[in-house]
């Protein structure tokens, strides 16, 4: 039976996935983000039978528009394409859901591929504002409360919408 191993890794093995899945077209360079290295930022990996085939990553930062200190980014999502609809991506989203809860975080956001958006639909992410096209095509941002809404940060959604 195949061993699937759910653990944090460094900002340099998730690059290596983040290569092959995201960026096979660009440069090595363009896999590095910008809050890779922040003290609080998660890196996440599932290995199957050793073999590193996905990644995902959190870092503090507030979605643009709306100013929420306890706001998280979810971002380099990617699952190696022999393995998707294995539950993976799931998995390690909840990894780093109950690494955010734990520190706090009351939202989680992230500029999804439309060709995802069902992924992070399937995981309570709502689509916010209209569609938009980044180097790497059509995205949407994504969003997800952690706790109870507060009204408050919902009136500055709207107004920024
Ligand atoms: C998006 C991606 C990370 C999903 O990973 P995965 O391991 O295949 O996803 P899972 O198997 O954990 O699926 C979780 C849920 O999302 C749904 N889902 C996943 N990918 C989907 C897709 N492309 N379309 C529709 N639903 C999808 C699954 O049906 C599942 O729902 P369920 O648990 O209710 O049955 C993976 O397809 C991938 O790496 N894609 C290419 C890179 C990419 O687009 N990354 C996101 C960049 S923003």
């Not at 870092?59 to 990617?78: D, F, I, K, T, Y």
């Not at 060709?115 to 938009?132: D, H, I, V």
């Not at 095509?137 to 959604?157: A, C, F, M, S």
Request: a negative charge.
């Amino acid at each position: 039976m195949a061993e699937i191993t759910i653990k944090p890794i460094s900002a340099e093995t998730a690059r290596q996935i983040r290569k092959t899945v995201l960026r096979p077209d660009q440069p090595y360079e363009t896999t590095k983000y910008p809050l890779d290295d922040d003290p609080d930022t998660l890196h996440v990996g599932t290995y199957l039978d050793g073999e590193l085939v996905g990644v995902m990553t959190v870092n503090r930062e507030a979605p643009p528009g709306l100013q929420n200190p306890s706001a998280w980014r979810m971002r380099g999502v990617a699952v190696a394409e022999k393995v998707r609809g294995s539950g993976y991506g799931r998995r390690m989203a909840q990894f780093c859901l109950d690494y955010v809860s734990q520190r706090g975080g009351e939202l989680i956001w992230a500029n999804g591929r439309t060709t995802a958006l069902s992924f992070y639909q399937a995981l309570g992410f709502q689509a916010r504002g209209e569609e938009f096209t980044t180097d790497t095509g059509p995205h949407y941002q994504v969003l997800r409360w952690l706790k109870p809404l507060d009204r408050n940060l919902l009136e500055i959604t709207s107004e920024v919408e």
